[in-house]
């Protein structure tokens, strides 16, 4: 997979200080640590993966996109506010969320099942950055978030190739593709977007994942339109073999939506203490 894009390519004169949003700030920070760990993410794709070479070679360009959205992103955040420090905050983020890149089994399973989730992955970034270039004003994060999200998409395209091809032998059932697919989506209420959310922002006291869900959650979920939510679940749909334009799509999209806006209103009164 050849890179579409390069970190010189950013025009970094965009940026405009003024139209910057406070609460997608820390949001982007976040994801600033959390994409530039996409090393430790490749080295446990790899050693799942053994022995079919070909896809560890894919492995290997799609880290270095990952890691190069991180730094993109992280120099996106020094405009924005100079007094944060992406090394040592980096640095924090690894050592508090440790990903065990030794295991040679996939926690999903089985490699299809692995694959699977990582569209699940791909499908998210996907809709968040296009869920934020269209929530922000800011010129050069919309520029940036335009170019990232065009890389996840393609990103699910590689790892929805492979799928197929391990799904020819292993031959998953529509109800374990499913499994597969919202057991993945509802880890994005887990710990690592929270922590990262956390740590990137340099919160003083305790990590509370709960609380940090919902501080997390209530901008994010704002961000997205129901074409974005539409979107991503037309992907998911067909990565788990059903017809991307049919009825169920329009069901789990409506579904969907719902939950966001019910979820953003939740966390919105619950940190309000209402
Ligand atoms: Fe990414
Ligand atoms: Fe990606």
Redesign the pocket.
């Known amino acids: 997979m050849t890179p579409k894009w390069k970190f010189e390519d950013i025009n970094w004169t965009l940026f405009d200080a003024q139209k910057v949003n406070p609460d997608i700030l820390k949001i982007i920070k976040a994801g600033s640590v959390v994409?530039h760990n996409?090393a430790d993410y490749g080295a446990y794709l790899c050693n799942v993966f053994e022995g079919d070479e070909l896809f560890q070679k894919e492995i290997n360009s799609w880290e270095k996109?990952?890691i190069k959205?991180?730094k993109t992103l992280a120099k996106w955040v020094e405009l924005a506010d100079p007094s944060y420090n992406f090394e040592d905050r980096f640095k924090a983020y690894r050592e508090g969320f440790p990903i065990d890149t030794m295991t040679k089994d996939s926690i999903r399973g089985s490699c299809g099942a692995e694959l699977l989730a990582r569209c699940m992955v791909e499908i998210g970034?996907s809709s968040f950055?296009s869920a934020i270039k269209d929530a922000t004003d800011e010129p050069l994060l919309k520029h940036i978030c335009g170019k990232?999200a065009a890389?996840?998409l393609r990103?699910y395209k590689l790892f929805y190739t492979h799928f197929q091809r391990y799904q020819g032998k292993e031959k998953l059932t529509i109800f374990k593709r499913f499994k597969v697919a919202v057991s993945r989506i509802l880890e994005n209420e887990d710990e690592e977007l929270a922590f990262a959310y956390y740590i990137a922002n340099n919160e003083k006291g305790p990590f509370s994942c709960p609380y940090y869900t919902k501080v997390y959650g209530r901008v994010v979920y704002q961000c997205y339109q129901k074409i974005h939510v539409e979107r991503g679940i037309a992907l998911l749909c067909k990565a788990i073999g059903i017809n991307p334009r049919g009825v169920l799509q329009k069901i789990l999209s409506f579904v969907a939506s719902y939950m966001l806006t019910t979820k953003a209103r939740e966390y919105t009164k619950a940190l309000q203490g209402g």
């Open positions: 994409e996409g996109d990952e959205h991180g970034t950055y990232i890389d996840e990103h």
